[in-house]
């Protein structure tokens, strides 16, 4: 069984596939920090998610462009869009739209909340790192197809925010665990939402092909 994770160069939940059995691989423009590049593609993971030789995939989309958090570039004064920003939003929506329609039976699609004039689909689920062993908040969603809800492992109730809101939070005198975080950093996927993708859906997706098979 072949799984696609395309856009993650960190390979934190390629290689939580990986310590379940399964054949997954990761795929990014850039070399991987994770450590396993024999487990790694570089090249473009849109022609990657299309190929054909995948039964599952799960996507990271570049959110930069589309974030809520950019709010503050997309509207650079109060009330007025920026066009060059909602230009650069929309080819990163054609690119998160592909990997949402991708022809792979079972897809979980990543990202962080839009703003609502990217006119993303609406997601299946809000995950949280705090349900997952982490004591930080960092609201995350995921669009589905044909893969259940991630069931919650460890919900840890002593929690803050694991960035700035960069929406005002730093001038409330909200806390965050990071000052100072790259965008690497920022967008990786924490250790317990990667167990969890590989455990739940890895195996509703061994379930599925036994009951195919008879």
């Given at each position: ?12 939940v390629c290689k939580a596939f990986r310590e379940l059995g ?193």
């Amino acid at each position: 069984m072949k799984i696609l994770i395309a856009c993650e160069e960190s390979q934190e939940v390629c290689k939580a596939f990986r310590e379940l059995g399964f054949e997954a691989y990761s795929c990014d423009l850039q070399e991987c920090s994770g450590d396993n590049p024999e487990w790694h593609i570089v090249g473009d993971a849109v022609k990657e998610a299309y190929s054909g030789k995948y039964d599952a995939m799960i996507a990271h989309p570049p959110c930069t462009y589309i974030s809520r958090a950019g709010a503050r570039w997309m509207y650079p004064t109060a009330g007025n869009l920026s066009q060059e920003r909602f230009k650069k939003a929309m080819e990163a929506k054609d690119l998160f739209m592909m990997f949402k329609n991708a022809p792979i039976k079972h897809i979980a699609v990543e990202n962080p909340t839009p703003l609502k004039v990217v006119g993303l689909p609406k997601q299946d689920q809000v995950v949280q790192p705090y349900e997952y062993g982490h004591p930080y908040s960092k609201r995350t969603l995921l669009w589905l197809k044909n893969l259940p809800l991630l069931e919650p492992t460890e919900i840890v109730s002593d929690y803050k925010p694991y960035l700035p809101s960069n929406t005002g939070g730093k001038k409330r005198g909200q806390k965050y665990q990071f000052k100072n975080i790259s965008q690497r950093e920022s967008s990786k996927t924490f250790s317990g939402i990667a167990k969890a993708l590989a455990f739940q859906y890895g195996n509703f997706i061994k379930s599925e092909n036994v009951a195919a098979c008879g």
